[in-house]
């Protein structure tokens, strides 16, 4: 090999490790910004299932892409056969897309060694109630102006359901010799009388409508405001001495309903379901006035499943947290949209493609709801429930049958108590999923 | 300044920068090696929750060293009063040790937008069932092989108890006039009358000890094996042919009681609490033969609490992924140790310790245990269960009271259908208690 001049190797050297310099540097700045979701993920939950999550989610954006650029009616003809669209549960993945927008403010990372213990706080009457859980609940009642929490015992329970059944064994007298009346105002939330029946106890006893309810008797008599599957406000109907209420609140949140004013009953239950989406977490809670009341629901929930999962109260205490920021810290908030602002906004527009497409079929009828001054929003709002209450007109007898025949999956009117020229269609799926329903039913005539 | 020579400069610059490059080199080593942890809490938990989480983690390791270094006596003597000891509850704190040492590898991440849905896979009867979990269910149990896993549906529960009222439901005829009998051969799980009650149910009834069933009708018999309170392996008792039974084998594990064989029961029940130590995930299985039973447990639980955490579920398939990785790959793995040698060792020295308390005081008597064939380990082995099923001798007739007079509080005979002579002590509490309780214990003259 020839020799090369020592001056020019030199040079040539300095500038190549200058340039290895900046490259590390650059290197550097890189990994700690852009590739620090990756690095995480792979050093938390391992190589494989980082890759794993990472294609997951290119996977669904892809699809939500194209669900979007693609008209639904034009993927139905696609597929050359009509898709069922499956409306009968309320599963309110509707709220993915904002949660996918907050990005990593509602990860949560849970360490191998935390939360062993079957207890959380030995002081509460709830001794599974995550503190930190406890604390977000407030928090949120504060911020939204939904319930009063001052005075009030908090029970966790495995989603509001437990809390349901935990609130009529609580009610229950126990001496007594024949099981309490439980009555609620029809149409009413179809899992009530199955939930109320199904062990076949002897403290409490499905009594159907209030409206049939003339038993001069102790009677437990359930609430639902705004209802289920009807949207209205709903208040006590029975009003005997001898009543005791459960207010079941689940869809007393600013998207749903405007906010009038703090819930302050003796009993209210709320779940994470309805008001963030997160069914999955199952988690609810109930606000309860009366300590005895309080103990006798932990019982419950002891001598059910030994308290409620660790992990979904601390994954649900952040989720509440990251509303509750969303809403003080509208304008300073990243995303620029407040938890509720999203959802409020998602659901007056589906409301209103509802509408028109109930009008231009000309075959159903929605029920029509006035506005009311929100004290959450400072403004005068309408109400657009988690599900319409659709009733099939031109003499449709069986309203559920004749949607499913056109690949519309709904729940009938009679498991609610009411007429089968009703059903409830949930409003919380997917935006592709509702989109091809809006058209669906546009194209019913 | 004076002039400096150009081949000294270019050759001081040149060491400079390949300086410069080696330690920015060390810097990326570094901080993907070293700084990985602070730096994935920071980014995934926020800065003041992860330096919480630090703090929280030193203050513990703190407390757990200090708890060595001083004797557990010497620590009571340094209060000025005895500290109480509540070993009444089986809560299995002792587990913590082993899931801080693997660190990392059981620690899950769960993204905010991630299982909002009620669904987990509709194909599945268990419909909330997460696949990853019943994957992970099926390989712990080949790799353990004390459970038949091949034609069974997995049903989730939150925690088994959950399971043990779904196995009532779905094994109780719906059409009796009056509810199935219930029984359990005495001393039984405490919990079993009280949840086989609660509600009043009309259809099953608890129906006590084996021995004092004498009804020539249907009825279910839990068999609970190895038993709790008392550790011995358990076989059907009553044996007549309108019977149904329920295997209850939440401790059927080779830490508590050798691997005789798979067994390989109509319906079993297992739970984390007590396999890996993780109560506060409430998650149990059953593994089910009878499809119409998985059907009807599912249904149980669809009402009771509409599915189960997907959190807790998806945290359990993480550490019984890691319990199963430790046993596979235990001379490759990092720590050295599997999760049953761990176990294993830990109740082996303390059932060690509490004989030797029990012999020293001579005011006891504990149950004797014959070695037996462990087809995991290999080798013989005895048990050592998670309870210790304690006498009182020395004509001492409420042994719960005298101990609790000592300030040991443990769980009365009577309440397993049992002797007040006799009761159940947790053996699963932290280093610190266990200690502290047979120091206490040996004292007691």
Redesign the interface.
């Known amino acids: 090999m020839g020799k090369i001049p020592t001056?020019f190797c030199?040079?040539h050297?300095?500038v190549l490790?200058?340039a290895?310099?900046m490259s590390?540097?650059l290197?550097?700045v890189y990994?700690s910004e852009q590739g620090?979701?990756l690095?995480?993920?792979k050093?938390?939950?391992g190589t494989t299932k980082a890759d794993e999550?990472y294609k997951k989610e290119t996977h669904i954006s892809q699809k939500v892409l194209l669900s979007v650029s693609n008209s639904s009616t034009h993927e139905d003809n696609q597929e050359g056969v009509e898709r069922i669209i499956n409306l009968d549960?309320g599963?309110?993945?509707m709220?993915?897309s904002f949660?996918?927008q907050?990005?990593?403010?509602?990860?949560?990372?849970?360490?191998?060694?935390?939360?062993?213990?079957?207890?959380?706080d030995i002081t509460n009457i709830c001794w599974f109630l995550e503190p930190e859980f406890a604390k977000e609940v407030v928090r949120l009642h504060k911020v939204v102006g939904n319930a009063v929490t001052e005075g009030r015992h908090i029970v966790v329970?495995?989603?509001s359901?437990?809390l349901f059944?935990a609130a009529l064994?609580a009610l229950s007298p126990q001496d007594a010799i024949k099981p309490i009346s439980v009555v609620s105002a029809a149409p009413y939330y179809s899992?009530y009388p199955?939930?109320t029946d199904?062990?076949?106890?002897?403290?409490y006893k499905w009594a159907g409508d209030t409206q049939s309810f003339h038993k001069d008797e102790p009677y437990i008599e359930i609430v639902t405001s705004p209802n289920n599957p009807d949207g209205y406000a709903r208040y006590p109907v029975v009003n005997r001495s001898e009543g005791v209420l459960v207010h079941d609140l689940a869809y007393y949140w600013p998207q749903y309903t405007p906010i009038s004013s703090p819930a302050d009953h003796e009993l209210m239950l709320f779940t994470v379901?309805k008001s963030t989406?997160?069914?999955?977490?199952?988690?609810g809670w109930a606000l309860v006035k009366d300590k005895v009341v309080a103990k006798r629901m932990t019982k419950?929930i002891e001598?059910?499943?030994?308290?409620?999962?660790?992990?979904?109260q601390l994954?649900a205490a952040?989720?509440l947290k990251?509303v509750s920021d969303s809403c003080e810290i509208e304008s300073s908030f990243e995303v620029g949209e407040s938890f509720f602002n999203f959802s409020h906004r998602v659901m007056v527009e589906r409301w209103k493609q509802l509408r028109e497409a109930v009008q231009h079929s000309g075959m159903f009828s929605l029920p029509s709801f006035s506005h009311a001054f929100c004290t959450f929003s400072g403004q005068m709002s309408g109400l657009q429930p988690a599900f319409a209450w659709l009733k099939c007109e031109q003499g449709i007898e069986d309203c559920q049958s004749f949607l499913s025949r056109h690949k519309i999956l709904t729940r009938a009117g009679k498991h609610f108590g009411f007429g089968s020229d009703y059903v409830r269609i949930s409003m919380t799926d997917r935006d592709e999923i509702f989109k091809l329903f809006i058209n669906r039913l546009k194209a019913i005539r």
């Open positions: 001056m030199l040079r050297l300095l490790s200058l290895l310099n590390l540097v290197r550097i990994e620090s979701k690095f995480w993920l050093n938390k939950i999550v549960h599963d309110p993945t709220y993915e949660w996918r907050m990005g990593d403010k509602t990860t949560i990372t849970i360490l191998g060694w935390q939360s062993l213990s079957y207890f959380s329970g495995t989603g359901s437990q059944l064994y899992a199955l939930m199904y062990q076949k106890s002897g403290l379901s989406g997160h069914a999955g977490t199952r988690i419950f001598l059910n499943t030994i308290g409620v999962s660790k992990d979904s994954r952040r989720v990251v």
